[in-house]
């Protein structure tokens, strides 16, 4: 009895001793929540704090890799020789979610791609859905909308898209940016955004709230500025008490660009770093995006400081780390790899012939006509067609972009489809240079002599960028005289727009036969327009904001009031192209209008009904639009908002049905008394048509009153719709064989000379698209044309004029910072000697001159 006592208490110290040993966190069969509370409880205070900046160090004793927190897929992977789909501004403007689905499907497959040969992580700084209120903001090529629920239905199908469907591992980490409302770059970090508590529930907070609640996005990043006094990155009310209490949710929180070390520095609201640190942890906040190849995140130099002062508790910073480590777990970053289907996906993928048409795709349908006097489309055998402009021999593709190996610009797609005579001539610069003169009788001449002129013109980072609004909506520089020089000599021309966003031009309105919007439309830009141009895609494209007459038409521009005039729905003037609005080379007819039920109760909805009709002789794509009225409401409300919309693809001389429902939640708007949104009793108006200033014809409704029951994380919004199809797309449906995931082949040898210097590139700190360069020469023939990539992306070609033995470059950012990485100088026509490359990083670091040639052709 004895022995059998011993025995007992001999295998229950065995199991204890097996517990306490047992590698739970490695089990891939334990929950998530084991997982993380296992790998928790073996950590020391230093290893949980390293977890609160972008470079987490490896815990060699444990066996846990090294990990990078950092990633941008804003509208395809910042890396080498990933696909370059259209901004995020032209995304919008398809008004198409299924097509913004597959296009995050594509991205994040060549995220996964890159993880799965080691070259980066998956955890992503996208999307942007900070509402585009004003043009002039810098950033608003990066958000797909000024409309709200428009943002919304884009956004839910990236999240989708890039998260994927399985039901175990998370695809990409989603982190949608920047809660909240900061649309102001200039002193950003030390500014705050003054808004009223309907405004945000109205118009701010639904593409979050859709992204995190319906969708599940694994994160969100605070902005660099406040919110009405209080920095946004300790704002306990917005993080704790929106994001978590209200909404549920339980992903990860990052504070933008050293927005931590910016509430002693920039916002003053601390006042010291450790203060700072348990500020940002305490409302909610659980990292700090920073990335430097020596330093820490600040937060996290602070974070220890900050516990042993007393300000902040082990267990605080816990609650933290236990979100962190969960994504960890959620990506399989600790998993057998067979475990996880996404491992399976292949290098091949990126820039693939299936990603490279999707891109195409995309492109076209972004296209808005916005002018049409029977200028469009054009005929092939045009016999001299001029293509001029400062974006005419240029891929333009937006802020926050990659570097594919193929780019097509405008002037190579109108070549490429045409039997005309092309000619170029650039015109002027994007912004004045001394030169534009010469370069605008150039191009006058050219005009002069040619059958039909397009013009290629628009702004880029010089104008519009982070860290840069735009100063008016004007076009920049010398382009506008640039314009009317050339109209004053030939009246045939085709205006093509490549803007950051709306775009003042009523003189080109009224005196230009042929308009078109085809934004910084990725690396497929150019064979999409020549198609659109020359009739082989009908355009169905709808801008996706109110574009304005003039500058003198905007409130101020920290006004953050929507009530104020801003957007179509609250804005009274005449506006220069209406939101939604886009012209095709067919015509449509929207009649049929009806609604399944004139009285709507409580939690109910209404089916509105409308027949398409394609009365012209080319088939074509129609948005229906659907808006709604308040026809007498207690308090100041939109004069339409938008709640519903399809693009539908319709034959010519056919006719389409199509079935929008609109939730009860359409008709809400935020009682700011009761906290909560509400229906108000009353008649509404349901709008349809194919702008909001063009209704076909309307309905009118009674919705019974009531409130809008609250959901969090796990419920879902009346707009969610499981059914979709899409939510149980596997990774490879967009592959129909294997040819499809084949890339590029960059293998061949063309002949030409060339060079490699090594370059290693130290992050500057802030984001910037391009750096500047100077290549020295000993020897340069007159005119001859070299060409600048890096690891095998072409970057751009530069004509060396007048035998001159230096030439200015711009070199795109480098994916990653503190590796080396080649650039190769090729020599197209002529010759020349290279001597060397001077870097000028941006900033106030000192340039640096690099002479020694790593490699070159035999």
């Not at 240079?433 to 290629?456: C, H, M, N, Y």
């Not at 327009?529 to 996706?544: I, R």
Request: net charge neutral.
């Amino acid at each position: 009895m004895i022995l059998k006592k011993m025995i007992t208490g001999s295998l229950i110290l065995v199991a204890c001793l097996v517990k306490m040993n047992a590698q739970v966190w490695k089990d891939p069969s334990a929950s998530v929540d084991e997982r993380v509370e296992d790998l928790l409880s073996k950590m020391t205070l230093d290893e949980k704090i390293s977890y609160c900046g972008s470079r987490i160090p490896a815990i060699d004793r444990l066996g846990v890799p090294y990990f990078e927190w950092y990633g941008e897929a804003l509208h395809g992977i910042i890396a080498w020789n990933c696909t370059q789909f259209p901004q995020n501004i032209a995304m919008g403007a398809t008004w198409n979610p299924e097509l913004m689905f597959e296009v995050a499907t594509a991205i994040s497959n060549e995220a996964r791609a890159l993880k799965n040969t080691g070259q980066k992580e998956v955890m992503m700084f996208s999307p942007t859905v900070n509402m585009a209120r004003d043009p002039r903001w810098g950033r608003n090529g990066e958000c797909y909308s000024e409309d709200p629920h428009l943002m919304s239905e884009m956004a839910r199908m990236y999240i989708r898209g890039m998260q994927g469907n399985d039901p175990t591992y998370t695809k990409t980490v989603t982190t949608v940016k920047h809660y909240v409302a900061n649309n102001v770059e200039t002193k950003r970090e030390r500014i705050h955004s003054n808004i009223n508590k309907k405004d945000l529930y109205e118009y701010y907070f639904p593409a979050y709230k859709t992204c995190l609640v319906d969708e599940e996005s694994t994160g969100i990043m605070t902005s660099l500025s406040g919110l009405n006094g209080i920095p946004c990155s300790a704002h306990n009310w917005a993080v704790n008490g929106v994001l978590r209490d209200e909404w549920g949710f339980k992903g990860y929180v990052i504070a933008d660009w050293a927005a931590v070390q910016g509430l002693e520095k920039r916002m003053k609201y601390a006042k010291t770093q450790p203060e700072a640190a348990a500020m940002a942890i305490k409302a909610g906040v659980d990292q700090e995006c920073f990335r430097h190849k020596e330093r820490q995140a600040p937060m996290v130099n602070a974070l220890k400081p900050a516990i042993a002062q007393g300000l902040l508790t082990e267990e605080e910073l816990n609650v933290s780390v236990r979100r962190l480590l969960r994504l960890r777990f959620m990506t399989g970053d600790l998993d057998d790899p067979a475990l996880n289907p996404y491992s399976e996906i292949p290098a091949s993928v990126l820039e693939c012939k299936a990603h490279r048409e999707l891109a195409l795709k995309a492109a076209e349908q972004s296209i808005v006509l916005l002018k049409n006097e029977g200028a469009l489309p054009l005929k092939k055998n045009e016999e001299k067609l001029a293509v001029i402009g400062p974006f005419a021999d240029r891929c333009w593709m937006g802020i926050y972009s990659g570097h594919p190996k193929n780019k097509v610009t405008p002037l190579d797609g109108i070549k490429k489809l045409t039997n005309a005579e092309v000619s170029y001539a650039e015109g002027c610069h994007v912004t004045a240079e001394d030169e534009d003169g010469a370069k605008t009788k150039e191009a006058v001449a050219l005009a002069k002599k040619s059958d039909r002129v397009i013009l290629v013109m628009g702004n880029d980072e010089t104008t519009s960028t982070e860290n840069t609004d735009r100063k008016s909506l004007k076009l920049p520089g010398n382009q506008h005289q640039l314009i009317k020089a050339v109209q004053a000599v030939n009246k045939n021309i085709i205006l093509v727009l490549v803007p950051s966003g709306p775009t003042a031009i009523s003189w080109e309105q009224e005196n230009i036969p042929g308009i078109v919007c085809a934004w910084p439309n990725g690396q497929e830009q150019g064979t999409a327009l020549a198609n659109m141009l020359f009739g082989d895609v009908n355009p169905g494209g709808k801008l996706n904001s109110t574009w304005f007459k003039s500058d003198d038409d905007l409130p101020d521009f920290h006004d953050y009031n929507i009530q104020t005039g801003r957007t179509y729905m609250y804005y009274k003037g005449d506006v220069l192209y209406p939101f939604g609005y886009g012209l095709s080379y067919t015509n449509f007819k929207i009649d049929g209008i009806k609604v399944n039920s004139k009285k709507i109760n409580a939690q109910g909805n209404v089916v509105v009904s409308a027949n398409i009709t394609n009365t012209g002789s080319m088939d074509g794509n129609e948005v229906v639009q659907v808006y709604l009225r308040d026809i007498k409401s207690s308090e100041r409300s939109p004069m339409k908002a938008l709640k519903g919309f399809k693009r539908m693809h319709v034959e010519a001389g056919k006719t389409k049905n199509v079935d929008i429902t609109l939730p009860y939640e359409a008709f809400a708007h935020y009682d700011t008394i009761q906290n909560q949104f509400v229906v108000e009793a009353g008649k509404f108006e349901i709008l349809v048509g194919n702008s909001s200033q063009n209704i076909s014809a309307s309905q009118t409704v009674n919705v019974k009153g009531g409130t809008v029951p609250a959901i969090k994380v796990g419920q879902k919004s009346g707009y969610f719709n499981a059914d979709d199809e899409l939510r149980s797309k596997k990774w490879d449906y967009l592959y129909k064989n294997k040819g499809d995931m084949s890339s590029l082949d960059t293998g061949k040898d063309d002949g030409n000379a060339w060079v490699e210097y090594e370059i290693t590139f130290i992050d500057p700190g802030f984001y910037v698209n391009t750096w500047d360069a100077e290549l020295s020469f000993s020897f340069a023939s007159k005119e001859a044309i070299i060409e600048t990539s890096m690891a095998g992306a072409s970057i751009d070609s530069y004509t060396i004029l007048n035998k001159q033995l230096h030439q200015s470059i711009k070199i795109p950012i480098p994916p990653e910072y503190g590796k080396p990485v080649r650039l190769r100088i090729k020599t197209l026509h002529g010759e020349v000697k290279h001597e060397s490359i001077k870097i000028i990083p941006p900033g106030d670091k000192k340039p640096f001159v690099i002479n020694k040639v790593v490699a070159k052709s035999k």
